[in-house]
């Protein structure tokens, strides 16, 4: 069973903090990554994508990733209360494409 | 804009009763996907189609059927609705191939009672 795992949280970090959030997967052929953010109520909705090792910037999000040890992360710099959310990580299945997905973290970003 | 849709966004039905989700997009995806989530359990893939004709099952297909006649629709029916399937349901579409992002519709919240 290919897994996605996440601590669930609530990470808490003040406005204006870095906040890390981390996933570990257990399929090495995976090749592709994405992190979802996710409101209460609302649907996932994408924030990065990574495919190859190390880190990706886009704006104030960055996506790390480690194949070797099987771990992704994003960093999220200048927190502010609107990111508060859970934040989700898939990964592809290389094989059939299908996205597996962690349980999510809850971020608590405090005013 | 592109974008994919679900239908109802709410429904309550009783246990034994067919109940059909709609799922429409206007991406041209090859690739649909129908997920439950739950607390606890995150994003749980039940059904999904590769393309016209083609469905597979998912990790919690029990209970749950698909059929795909056309690139745009992918209809989930729950052939006979028990408590257990009360749960919020999304629809996902992408192109096919690695590295590809999956769109998501905004969700149908079913209570089965």
């Known amino acids: 069973q290919k897994e996605v795992e996440q601590n669930s949280g609530p990470l808490s970090v003040p406005e204006g903090a870095i906040a890390s959030l981390n996933c570990t997967y257990s399929?090495?052929?995976?090749?592709?990554f994405f992190w979802y953010r996710q409101y209460s109520g609302k649907s996932p909705e994408l924030i990065m994508s990574i495919y190859s090792n190390g880190d990706k910037e886009d704006g104030r999000f960055t996506a790390q990733l480690n194949k070797a040890s099987q771990y992704v992360s994003l960093l999220i710099r200048d927190s502010q209360p609107s990111d508060s959310a859970t934040y989700l990580c898939a990964a592809q299945d290389s094989g059939t494409y299908k996205y597996i997905f962690g349980t999510g973290t809850r971020l608590k970003v405090l005013a | 804009d592109a974008e994919i849709t679900q239908s109802p966004r709410h429904k309550i039905t009783e246990t034994g009763r067919q109940v059909t989700l709609a799922c429409h997009q206007t991406w041209n995806h090859n690739n649909m996907f129908w997920y439950r989530q739950d607390l606890g359990h995150g994003l749980r893939l039940i059904h999904y189609s590769y393309g016209v004709q083609d469905t597979n099952k998912g990790e919690v297909s029990d209970g749950y059927s698909v059929s795909r006649s056309n690139t745009e629709d992918l209809p989930l029916t729950l052939e006979s609705a028990a408590s257990s399937q009360t749960s919020v349901y999304f629809c996902?579409?992408?192109?096919?191939?690695?590295?590809?992002?999956?769109?998501f519709g905004p969700g149908t919240r079913l209570l089965v009672l």
């Open positions: 399929d090495r052929v995976s090749q592709s």
């Open positions: 996902a579409s992408s192109e096919s191939g690695s590295g590809e992002t999956q769109y």
